[in-house]
């Protein structure tokens, strides 16, 4: 679940925090929250990627149109980079098209939105 936070007054800029969760059904355990990169240029689309690999841990990366955050999942940290060998598949996008951000899987858009 992502989080979004104001953090001035009167401009255009947030905090965003990614609560983890873990289930094989619908409703998961929570697990943990991770702070994602502050976006200091208003709203925005946020694109989801999975990043996997053979027996390493999965990652997500969360894409802004300024900053990039990738995020270790069973950890529930912010890592610096992605590793080497990681393979890259769109997941979906938070849309800014109605408040909150709504999310948009892949299966709908296949592709992160351009104008972001």
Excluded at 44 to 67: K, Q
């Amino acid at each position: 679940m992502l989080e979004e936070r104001l953090t001035h007054p009167f401009l255009a800029e947030y905090d965003y925090r990614l609560q983890v969760f873990y289930s094989a059904d619908r409703y998961g355990e929570y697990r943990g929250t991770v702070d994602l990169v502050t976006n200091p240029g208003g709203r925005t689309f946020l694109c989801l990627y999975s990043l996997t690999a053979a027996d390493r841990a999965p990652l997500l990366e969360v894409a802004d149109r300024m900053e990039t955050s990738i995020v270790d999942l069973p950890a529930h940290r912010r890592l610096p980079r992605a590793p080497q060998g990681y393979e890259r598949r769109f997941v979906g996008a938070f849309v800014e098209e109605a408040y909150p951000l709504r999310f948009v899987p892949a299966q709908i858009e296949r592709t992160c939105p351009s104008e972001r």
